[in-house]
């Protein structure tokens, strides 16, 4: 089981619970469980496998929950869920999930006008049943009405980070079947893109039906929608489809080029090899009858006369100028990064220490870090008022002869007002090594009032960065209304710099916006944002984003090595 499907469990114990009326204590216990599992990058299943004792070091897992683990890793289920989905009509959970309709609402609406599906529900905001119960308004009608159409819409996807957990899996489970030769995943997964609609693999097998069959007893296989003789199609318990293809030896290169895509991407290639006098399909690249290329995907681009593409770039943007100018770029790899510079500490709502963050950036090999905790008006994360960092950064001073090679820069995540003010005064803020800037609060403002809040905090001199640039939640939220143009126009003029913030769930600054932003000159600096040890390792998400957007190294700070920082940093600049 992977860590997304165990918190997904216990996130919805917790919804069932509160819709339910249970104890407060008792929903939040499970809440809290579901963050620090979907926060973790080890597997939870090995800690189990390890016994109780790994699980109950966790953050906010007790001996009961340990148990709840170990019981969902061994048998892939939980009496408890079981239970209270029992007690509950499905239909309910449905609701659950439309934008601004938690458990307690949907409660409140169950109970009093015995809705229970979507269609019931929006039918009761039509006909303006909603605002006046208790609690509810005119308002709240509107955004659930919205909020409706939109779950309808949603087509389901997920996040990469959790589609590659099921990725490895799926290759560790085939890997070994008789007769399997080749084996690789294509698809938006292999190109890195934030979301993954479903899984696509690829297969070469002396016979495709040894493969088959294993796939089909891959532990999360709920049905086998469609199975013929070379081509498989399975959906998982979560919902995620599954598509498997076996081809034959000669065709893999060219069927991994075609299944990986985009469809963007082939469009152009198809009308290139047309113009050549050649045709391109997943089989090969083919002059008449002939089949010139297919093997390996080096050769069915070189038949065309074209590189080869890293699978990040291959979404119909540039990639075709580049390589007719010959100016593909080097992507920026994981092992180019230096160091970090946007995480959290217990001073603020991490769950590590100052030294424990730093010994294990330390490990990864990083010359430094920046230790970014929040400012006080997030009083919900604990956020740190001018005394409280001024004594965290004497901390830090007693720290800085502690390592050699190694520093951690003063740094803090100050949030920018709705006003357009900081919430530090510059007196606190000009000794700091490092600012990043970020809106936490309303992100309702119009357009014009949010984009003036981020240029205001652009051109305030001891701002280096503003971090997750559109406070996006794939899945979840949109990035709120904002120029990003005018925003990247002004971190070019003022020499400021752009986060590309490496949590899974934000990677903002997306794909498109870090090409933008590297076309006005803007240096990009890839942050986890971690909250915890293991949260330092979402960088590797971020480096796969910064990929997409077409970054080399040069393009970002946080592969330099300290002294160059230094130096570049924008308040050493000015
Ligand atoms: P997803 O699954 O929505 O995240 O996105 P993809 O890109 O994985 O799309 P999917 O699974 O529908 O198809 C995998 C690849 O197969 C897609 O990127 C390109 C190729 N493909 C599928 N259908 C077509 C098509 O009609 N025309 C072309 N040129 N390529 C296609
Ligand atoms: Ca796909
Ligand atoms: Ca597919
Ligand atoms: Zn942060």
Redesign the pocket.
């Known amino acids: 089981m992977t860590n997304a499907e165990i918190a997904a469990v216990f996130e919805q114990i917790a919804d069932l619970l509160e819709f339910q009326g249970a104890n407060p204590f008792r929903v939040r216990a499970y809440r809290t469980a579901a963050r620090t599992i979907s926060e973790l990058t080890e597997p939870v299943a090995e800690l189990a496998h390890a016994g109780p004792d790994a699980l109950t070091e966790l953050p906010g897992i007790g001996a009961d929950l340990a148990d709840k683990i170990t019981t969902l890793v061994n048998t892939g289920s939980l009496p408890l869920l079981e239970e209270l989905k029992a007690q509950v009509p499905e239909s309910v959970l449905t609701l659950m999930r439309v934008p601004g309709l938690g458990p307690k609402r949907v409660a409140a609406i169950y109970n009093k006008l015995k809705i229970k599906t979507l269609e019931e529900l929006r039918e009761a905001c039509l006909q303006h049943k909603i605002r006046d119960l208790e609690g509810f308004g005119a308002k709240t009608e509107e955004n659930i009405l919205k909020g409706i159409e939109a779950a309808l819409l949603a087509t389901q996807?997920i996040l990469w980070c959790d589609a590659d957990q099921i990725v490895q899996e799926i290759l560790a489970h085939l890997e070994g079947t008789k007769g399997l030769r080749r084996l690789a995943p294509?698809?938006?997964?292999r190109?890195g893109?934030d979301?993954?609609?479903?899984l696509?693999f690829l297969a070469v097998a002396d016979d495709p039906n040894p493969v088959m069959d294993r796939l089909a007893k891959y532990r999360a296989v709920k049905d086998v929608i469609a199975r013929g003789d070379t081509k498989m199609s399975v959906v998982l318990q979560s919902g995620l489809h599954v598509?498997l293809r076996v081809v034959p030896e000669e065709s893999f290169g060219a069927a991994l080029q075609?299944?990986?895509?985009?469809?963007e991407h082939?469009?152009i290639l198809?009308g290139m090899a047309k113009d050549l006098g050649l045709k391109i399909n997943e089989y090969g690249v083919f002059r008449g009858d002939k089949r010139i290329a297919g093997r390996e995907e080096e050769e069915v681009y070189g038949a065309l006369g074209l590189p080869w593409f890293p699978p990040e770039l291959r979404e119909g943007r540039k990639e075709f100028e580049w390589a007719a100018a010959g100016s593909l770029p080097e992507l920026i790899t994981l092992e180019d990064i230096r160091g970090d510079l946007h995480m959290h500490s217990t001073w603020s709502d991490g769950l590590a220490t100052i030294e424990e963050m730093a010994e294990a950036a330390r490990k990864k090999g990083y010359q430094y870090i920046a230790i970014t905790d929040h400012s006080q008006r997030v009083s919900v994360a604990n956020g740190l008022n001018p005394e409280r960092l001024l004594s965290q950064w004497n901390a830090l001073d007693q720290l800085a002869g502690k390592w050699r090679n190694f520093r951690i820069l003063k740094g803090v995540e100050v949030d920018i007002l709705e006003d357009g003010r900081l919430d530090l005064p510059d007196e606190v803020l000009n000794q700091a090594d490092w600012v990043v800037a970020s809106v936490h609060f309303g992100q309702n403002q119009s357009r014009e009032e949010i984009t003036r809040r981020i240029i205001g905090a652009l051109k305030h001199p001891a701002v280096c960065a503003i971090a997750h640039p559109t406070g996006r939640l794939l899945l979840e939220r949109p990035a709120y209304q904002v120029d990003l143009d005018a925003v990247l126009r002004a971190a070019r003029d003022y020499g400021k710099m752009m986060e590309l913030n490496a949590h899974p769930r934000r990677l903002d600054l997306d794909d498109v916006a870090c090409a933008a932003a590297k076309a006005y000159g803007v240096p990009i600096a890839i942050s986890t944002d971690a909250h915890s040890i293991n949260g330092l390792e979402a960088m590797r998400y971020g480096v796969l984003q910064a990929r997409r957007g077409g970054l080399t190294k040069a393009d970002v700070v946080n592969t330099l090595p300290w002294g160059e920082l230094k130096r570049r940093l924008p308040r050493y600049r000015r």
């Open positions: 996807r294509a698809g938006s997964y190109r893109k979301t993954v609609g479903d696509d598509d075609y299944f990986t895509g985009s469809k082939n469009v198809r």
